[in-house]
């Protein structure tokens, strides 16, 4: 499976300001995600990354707050912007080649916000 | 999409026991359903998956059991070990879905 690379591993932030976080892979692959995993908590999908074009965003996540680019086939990055307590969290990336297909995930950016 | 769940929060078992984790969803369009596991500081990996047309998949020391009639999917570990204690996640996507929803997880302790 692809090799992905997330950075930075994890943060400490202050609240209204943003972050960027960096995925990596070391193939192309057709879908890019991104997740959120809450403190003890599953994994909730915040948006699909479309190569070339805008991110598709799940219900409760918005473009404003979380703006994705993905350049190319092995590239992407997730901002959390005007951060605040509540957005601490990991932030996961993950790649698939389709439906029914398992995707393989990195190891997550730890962001705590003070 | 609807809500992908797990019967237990958590399960402590002895080492050299087999394991059961349990999951149950609600979405009859499910076709497709995947177990990952995840380490304290890693991400989710993938431990083996099953597609709707089969009722049963043996992985090494793993197998995935899915009933659709009462919408109940389970990882059995064979012979657990120390290594085996995690978070366990099931998932699952509906017919041409590229979008995975997953369950609340199991945390699995194995006792020495």
């Known amino acids: 499976s692809a090799v992905i690379s997330q950075k930075p591993s994890r943060d400490i932030c202050q609240r209204g300001t943003s972050l960027t976080i960096q995925c990596q892979v070391d193939s192309q692959v057709t879908m890019m995600f991104w997740y959120r995993q809450q403190p003890g908590q599953s994994l909730t999908l915040i948006a699909t990354?479309?190569?070339?074009?805008?991110?598709?965003?799940e219900s409760g996540f918005v473009i404003d707050k979380f703006p994705i680019s993905r350049p190319n086939l092995t590239f992407s990055t997730l901002t959390v912007s005007n951060m605040s307590p509540e957005d601490s969290s990991i932030y996961l990336c993950?790649?698939?080649?389709?439906?029914?297909?398992?995707?393989?995930f990195g190891d997550g950016t730890r962001l705590s916000i003070l | 999409g609807e809500s992908v769940g797990l019967h237990l929060p958590t399960l402590s078992v002895q080492e050299g026991d087999n394991s059961i984790i349990n999951c149950a969803y609600s979405n009859s369009a499910s076709d497709y359903f995947i177990w990952y596991k995840q380490e304290s500081g890693k991400g989710p990996q993938f431990i083996i998956d099953?597609?709707?047309?089969?009722d049963k998949r043996q992985g090494q020391r793993v197998t995935v059991l899915l009933n659709k009639t009462v919408k109940h999917l389970s990882l059995q570990i064979a012979a657990t070990q120390p290594g085996d204690s995690a978070v366990y996640f099931c998932a699952e996507n509906g017919a041409n879905d590229y979008k995975l929803s997953f369950g609340a997880g199991t945390t699995v302790t194995v006792r020495a």
């Open positions: 099953i597609r709707s047309n089969m």
């Open positions: 993950s790649v698939g080649p389709g439906a029914s297909q398992p995707q393989h």
């Open positions: 990354a479309n190569q070339g074009s805008e991110a598709t965003y």
